[in-house]
């Protein structure tokens, strides 16, 4: 017997109940396809929000409001050569830390100067500078951004590489030091000793983005060697030319 025949012999109590019972089964599976909507569409869009604040931490992650803008109509570079005089600093094989920071700065200048900054610089010459005044000496010149060179000591004769500190609580003074360590490292070979805050006072005490840069380890024979040789300086002034290069609004 046909569906429909057997359906005419129901009392209309029975057609009204499975009638009922369809219309039932009927909403369920159209509540069912609204939901499988409803979450496609919620992981869509999540997947687009997801992708939106990604991009925008990359944005910010990326240093753009980082980068260093200058005071007048042209860029002022402060560096210091750290130590000097009878203030030799570190010694290590047949160099003195003051005369390397000296070579390297002196590098530097000649870079930076290259590409039309201007340079000045704590010290021209062997002098020996306290450290109120070179922070005196960075406030008056009214640089954009100050780099001081050092080097590194370690009572473990094998640890070598090139550290970099910025001022504290400044995001543009982080930025130069990632940018100079990045380049620093590619452009001389040296062993990546990171970045990280340092509490000196030319960084702590003067008023512009400030980076203090270990240039390698006088403790270390081979790394001593390194850094009182010409073309080993003229690498770690590239890269720092390059690094403070890359920090600035251009």
């Given at each position: 017997?046909e569906?429909?025949?057997?359906?005419?012999?129901l009392?209309?109590?029975?057609?009204?109940?499975?009638?009922?019972?369809r219309?039932?089964?009927r909403?369920?599976?159209r509540?069912?396809?609204?939901?499988?909507?409803?979450m496609?569409a919620?992981?869509?869009?999540?997947?687009?929000?997801i992708?939106?604040?990604v991009?925008f931490?990359?944005?910010?992650?990326?240093?753009?409001?980082?980068?260093?803008?200058?005071?007048?109509?042209?860029?002022?570079?402060?560096?210091?050569p750290?130590?000097g005089?009878?203030?030799v600093?570190?010694?290590?094989?047949?160099?003195?830390?003051?005369?390397?920071?000296?070579?390297?700065?002196s590098?530097?200048?000649?870079?930076?100067?290259?590409?039309?900054?201007?340079?000045?610089?704590s010290?021209?010459?062997?002098?020996?500078l306290?450290?109120?005044e070179?922070?005196a000496?960075?406030?008056?010149?009214?640089?954009?951004?100050?780099?001081?060179?050092?080097?590194?000591?370690?009572?473990?004769?094998?640890?070598?590489?090139?550290?970099?500190?910025?001022?504290?609580?400044s995001?543009?003074?982080?930025?130069?030091?990632?940018?100079?360590q990045?380049?620093?490292?590619?452009?001389?070979g040296?062993?990546?000793?990171g970045?990280?805050?340092g509490?000196y006072?030319?960084?702590?005490?003067?008023e512009?983005?400030?980076v203090?840069i270990?240039v390698?380890?006088?403790?270390?024979?081979?790394?001593?060697?390194?850094?009182?040789?010409d073309?080993?300086?003229?690498?770690?002034?590239?890269?720092i030319?390059?690094?403070?290069?890359?920090?600035?609004?251009?």
């Amino acid at each position: 017997m046909e569906t429909n025949d057997k359906e005419r012999q129901l009392s209309p109590a029975e057609r009204r109940r499975r009638m009922e019972a369809r219309r039932e089964r009927r909403e369920r599976e159209r509540k069912k396809k609204r939901l499988r909507i409803l979450m496609i569409a919620g992981a869509a869009a999540l997947l687009v929000l997801i992708v939106v604040l990604v991009f925008f931490w990359m944005k910010k992650s990326s240093g753009k409001g980082e980068h260093i803008e200058p005071k007048g109509d042209s860029y002022v570079i402060f560096l210091d050569p750290g130590h000097g005089g009878a203030d030799v600093g570190l010694s290590g094989g047949d160099g003195l830390e003051k005369d390397i920071t000296m070579d390297i700065c002196s590098k530097l200048k000649i870079m930076l100067e290259s590409q039309n900054y201007t340079v000045i610089m704590s010290r021209e010459d062997d002098t020996r500078l306290s450290k109120e005044e070179r922070v005196a000496a960075a406030n008056a010149s009214g640089a954009d951004l100050l780099v001081s060179v050092h080097c590194s000591y370690s009572g473990d004769s094998s640890v070598s590489g090139a550290v970099s500190h910025y001022k504290e609580e400044s995001k543009a003074s982080e930025f130069l030091c990632q940018n100079i360590q990045e380049a620093l490292v590619k452009e001389s070979g040296a062993l990546d000793g990171g970045t990280d805050e340092g509490r000196y006072n030319i960084l702590s005490d003067t008023e512009m983005p400030g980076v203090l840069i270990e240039v390698g380890y006088m403790s270390n024979g081979e790394e001593a060697a390194s850094l009182t040789d010409d073309a080993y300086q003229n690498d770690m002034a590239k890269g720092i030319a390059k690094g403070i290069i890359l920090s600035l609004s251009e």
